[in-house]
């Protein structure tokens, strides 16, 4: 009916490709790299995240609210004999350069919920290529255990 070649021709043979099992070695060890690398991404990419929005400092729980546009990193909080030093940076969630309008809020709340302290500073680039922006407050109260240090972004 139909003369189509098969493919135990000797002359059909020279016309198919071969690939060298070299060549197909490469490539499939490259695609089981690829995937590997891939795995391990989606794996140890979350354990990689940023710091919690709430974390412990020498008995003072420090809470981050995050807004839509902005996040905090980078937050510390050192306690001293009479006052309370907290310093951080506010960064875009999606990452631009140029000014991060708005004040960061810091307020201290006691363990029974009273304000002790407020206060709000302006977030300052280090230059002018700089992502996110960097902040520092003193509170005059002393670090009591029990304390909550709420750090909120208003603005933008």
């Known amino acids: 009916m139909f003369n189509t070649p098969k493919l135990s021709d000797p002359a059909m043979m020279s016309k198919t490709p071969t690939f ?23 794996i140890l990419g979350p354990a990689c995240a940023n710091q919690p929005l709430s ?11 995050t807004s839509s546009h902005y996040e905090f990193s980078r937050v510390r909080v050192e306690p001293a004999a009479d006052s309370l030093t907290v310093s951080g940076e506010v960064k875009r969630l999606i990452q631009r350069r140029g000014l991060i309008p708005g004040q960061v ?21 280090r230059n002018r290529q700089d ?25 933008n």
């Open 20 to 42: 060298s099992s070299r060549s197909t070695h490469k490539r499939r060890a490259r695609r089981y790299r690829i995937a590997l690398m891939l795995a391990l991404g989606m």
């Open 55 to 65: 974390a412990r400092a020498d008995g003072i729980t420090v809470e981050r609210l």
């Open 105 to 125: 809020r810091i307020a201290l709340i006691s363990a029974d919920g009273q304000l002790l302290e407020q206060t709000e500073v302006q977030p300052m680039r």
């Open 131 to 155: 992502q996110s922006a960097h902040f520092y407050a003193r509170l005059a109260s002393p670090a009591v255990a029990g304390n909550r240090l709420l750090i909120e972004h208003r603005g």
